[in-house]
């Protein structure tokens, strides 16, 4: 594998998206949360502030990552649909993915 | 102390492979448990989709009568390519598609996979929903002999399990079956909207004349903004199925929101009047594991075999992967039968789980296009600029401009060689025939 052989995107390309709230999108996804158990937690939060990219924040589809004002990063994981990115996407391994407790998380209606 | 709950066979997970797996073990006379840790067996699950009834057919011989809950069948598929203004189809409709039942259906997993749960249940195997497997229970000598569950008291046992846990295999890591996680440079984030649209809208927008036509379109290029990829647009009953599939890395790397992309392409001046008016019913997303056949984990040790998304079977350019699944939870099912016939559950007698899977389609292809994901990671320019060229070269092709044709076809050339040097085609070329060739 090869970084450099990734062009990067241009500017005018990624001027072209088009702005979304994903709590929009969410508002379609049927959720069991389970209040008692975060079945997502970051590792070290020491990890994420030397992170220059968070590419959690973009990446995850139910916007579960965000960032507050001294950098901390927040985990909303009421939203998320199991997909496993953030697992897998970290560069620096830094998120501790478990399953949601049985019967509890997102509970797709068409799928 | 409460009693040891022993089965012939444990099933983790309740999708296609999973399920497939149970019916087989079922049908051979094993007692089988299944556990599933959505509210029912679906709900996690979530694909483009299309559904292949060969597969079906090999698990449920009579699987039409029992009313699948399919969307459409497949009578036109084919690919489009993109670009920011327009689009080259290549689409392939035809009668030998009009079959009942059909070769493919479009469906829908949270209605598909209870369906297919029901036929389970129906022919005897013991349902456990909203139960979230932890870990796989071994002896002493390292045997898989049971699963651990978040129920209290939720240690179940067997001789044999089948993990059918789906892309996000933690249980197979665990046992090390696999010695990392899913690498992002060989997984594909998948975001999907499921559009309602009225079924006589929907058929006069694809030119389908009833419900018994429907439309099955991947789509490259722009629609990912030119980042190794795909797009996909289905005809549903009643709406689409609309979504765009992203090396999870490129997202990384480009700090991209994947619905924002999604929103982009929705809005894409070639697709935007299929979607006019419909309304968005539900979004999700899933990994799509593109690993290939190389990035493939052991598929079985001592008391245990992996089967479906979960050991990686997925066909990603033919956007294949139920089908997969249920063959290979068909012939791990099998493989239980006959280690109780032998009342051998050793890793060396499971291994012709294995064996049995070289010999169809399952390992073959995988195996045939190992070389595809490599392709796409070292030749990321190759959508974006041949879907370019391709649209440009037929806007000039269909176009009157006045000129001699002689110029106009020297004109699509020099396109051709100023993106990419002869050499660079030819060396393009040659890569992407060692992937489709294995």
Redesign the interface.
Known sequence: MSETKFKPLSAEVKATLVPVNVDDLLASVKYYVDEEYAHIKIKDQGVCAHCETHPCLDFCPAGVFNIDRQGKILVGYQACVECGSCRVGCPYRNVDWNLPRGGHGVAYKFG | MSTKLTYDAIVVGGGPAGLAAAITMVKGGLKVLLIE????A??????GGVMYTHALAEILPDYWDRRPPFERPVTEQGYWMLS?DSVVRIMHKSEQYRKTPAGSYTA??????PWLAQQAVDVGVLLI????VLDCIRDEKGRVIGVS???PDGDVYAPVVVIAEG??N?LTQKLGLINH?????Y?A?S?K??IGIPAKDLQARFNLSSADEGVAVDIFGDAT???PGLAFLYTDRAGVSIGIGVL??????????????L??F??HPVIKPYLEGGE????????IPETGYDGMPKLMADGVMVAGDAAGMVDALHREGTNLAMIAGKYAGETAIEAHHQNNFSGEFLSSYRRRLQKTFVLKDLKQYRHLAEFL?????FMDTYVGLVNEAALRYFSAHGIPKREMENGIFRLLTKKRSLFGIGQDMLKLLRGMRG
């Open positions: 840790r959505g509210r029912f679906g709900a996690k699950n979530f694909f920011a829908l997993r949270a209605k598909m996979d929903t909203k139960t979230a569950t978040d129920r892309v996000n933690l996680d899913l690498p992002p440079q997984i984030l975001v909207e499921h903004m030119g980042m999870l890395s490129e997202l990384a790397r480009h700090n991209i929101k994947p619905y924002e992309i929103a982009r929705k809005n968005s019913l539900e979004y999700g997303a899933h990994l990671e070292s030749t990321p320019h």
